[in-house]
């Protein structure tokens, strides 16, 4: 199945008062890439919707927005009033008011026990796997809509390789007319030079010529090899198929590009040349559509 790498989800809920939401947006780019946008309380969190968004989307630039609202009284930290006053009164006790009254408030707020962790760990803890699964169905929104372009971009690489097919299938039938049309000419030619001097040709010597040129412009081995490599395209077309084939489709198409280029230099036939331009243009539309495939 062809997905696109284009793709948008959101899914939001509430987890003991405080709501809970997270957006997902994915473009293009030939690797995987996950950027995350956390509030800075919560970026513990990181590794687990990294890791959903590696799982679910395989390929493309993530870019993850997670917004935590009315949150500060859950993970704010508590100070221990009774033991801050035993505190101060023990050090005027030890010091006096008025070296007492000296004492900055941030030092005495190090001081052991005074500030109290109120639950924000505890908080925290059930807050990953209530964002995890948060995480796991935006995701599952945006390919969904990566399946929906997927299916548009399908129709195209079909056609791009309906139109391979019938080049290929037209240079195949082609091929064995340009030695005979070769042969036929090289005759002719040579027949008229030594018609002018009262010689004729041998037929092993035009045999041995023509056997030379189909050698050297002998494309049969090209042919099949394209023709493989186009079926191994069209089986990834299959909507069957569950793995990501973005980069196989580029890989394919980079081997097709490969095949059709030495069929172009070793043929100096015109027509087997036009029909290698189209194969080439439809190559490079389908290397094109590659990138925006999963």
Known sequence: MIRSMTGFGVAQAELD????????????????????????????????LEAVATRLLVRGSVIVTVRISNAASRIAARIDGARLKDYINQIEIALGSAAAAKIETGELLMLPGVVVEDGGASFLEKLRPFVAKLMAEACERVRVMRQTEGEHLRGHLVEFGSVIRARVDAIRTRAPEVIANYQTRLRQRIDAMLAEIGKTVEPEDLLREVAIFAERADIAE??????????????????????????????????????????????GDVEISRQIVEIKTAIDRIKEQAQNAE
């Open 17 to 48: 008062g405080v709501l809970v939401g997270v957006e997902v947006r994915s473009v293009n780019n030939r690797h995987f890439k996950c950027t995350l946008r956390i509030p800075e309380d919560f970026t513990a969190l990181e590794p687990e």
């Open 222 to 267: 090209e042919l099949v090899r394209l023709g493989g490599h186009l079926s191994q395209y069209e089986s990834l077309l299959d909507p069957a198929l569950a793995e990501p084939i973005g980069r196989t489709l580029d890989f394919v198409a980079q081997e097709m590009l490969r095949e059709a280029n030495t069929i172009a230099s070793k043929s």
